[in-house]
Antibody, heavy 118, light 107 residues
Framework: EVQLVESGGGFAQPGGSLRLSCAAS????????MSWVRQTPGKGLEWVSS???????RYADSVKGRFIISRDNSENTLFLQMNSLRADDTAVYYC????????????WGHGALVTVSA | DIQMTQSPSSLSASVGDRVTISCRAS??????LNWYQQKPGKGPKLLVA???NLQTGVPSRFSGSASGTNFTLTISSLQSEDFATYYC?????????FGRGTTVEIK
């Protein structure tokens, strides 16, 4: 059974940093593209970033230069380093696995809440 | 970016009703349109991939179809467990983009 469990959410001040982790199990982690997607009541679901099994990365324009996606295939873990945080980064962040291609997101975690506030 | 216009934003229906939800893409997405169900406090669940491919374990009352850049999710006979929010996602191009969601409520 595929399981994705996010951790590392919490509070940060504007300009601060947080690191999210996603522990994966139930599939051959290194063989699949993994992604982060965030959700807010105002903007709905928004793709943040994706990384291939070999480490090629893609980012939304809204986070490019501030967020870094990475993965440890030996530990079956996905990461999102979030720097220079802004109030509009406040969201629930989901880790998601791709089924085929880059963006057919077939399994999602339960999410981690990130709140950016002074 | 490809814009996904989803409608309606909400609907009220009764158990047994036929329900249709639409997503219109601002340009071709090559059939790479996926439908998700989300319940409160949980991540989205993939129901239908690439227009009409029902995922394993998803009840056959769910189906997807397309006409050009207009895509439809149909629930043939609404069940109590289907009350949720539904989203479309185009996975054709970067950035992937979502519809704003349709909340299906109990009438």
């Amino acid at each position: 059974e595929v399981q994705l469990v996010e951790s590392g959410g919490g509070f940060a001040q504007p300009g601060g940093s947080l690191r999210l982790s996603c522990a994966a199990s139930g599939f051959t982690f290194g063989s699949y593209v993994m992604s982060w997607v965030r959700q807010t009541p105002g903007k709905g679901l928004e793709w943040v970033s994706s990384i291939s099994g070999s480490g090629t990365t893609r980012y939304a324009d809204s986070v490019k230069g501030r967020f870094i996606i990475s993965r440890d295939n030996s530990e079956n873990t996905l990461f999102l380093q979030m720097n220079s945080l802004r109030a509009d980064d406040t969201a629930v962040y989901y880790c998601a696995k791709s089924g085929s291609g880059w963006y057919l997101l077939d399994y999602w975690g339960h999410g981690a809440l990130v709140t950016v506030s002074a | 970016d490809i814009q996904m216009t989803q409608s309606p934003s909400s609907l009220s229906a009764s158990v047994g009703d036929r329900v249709t939800i639409s997503c219109r893409a601002s340009q071709s997405v090559g059939g790479y349109l996926n439908w998700y169900q989300q319940k409160p406090g949980k991540g989205p669940k993939l129901l239908v991939a690439t227009t009409s491919n029902l995922q394993t374990g998803v009840p056959s009352r769910f189906s997807g179809s397309a006409s050009g850049t207009n895509f439809t999710l149909t629930i043939s006979s609404l069940q109590s467990e289907d009350f949720a929010t539904y989203y479309c996602l185009q996975s054709y191009s970067t950035p992937p983009t979502f519809g704003r969601g349709t909340t299906v409520e109990i009438k």
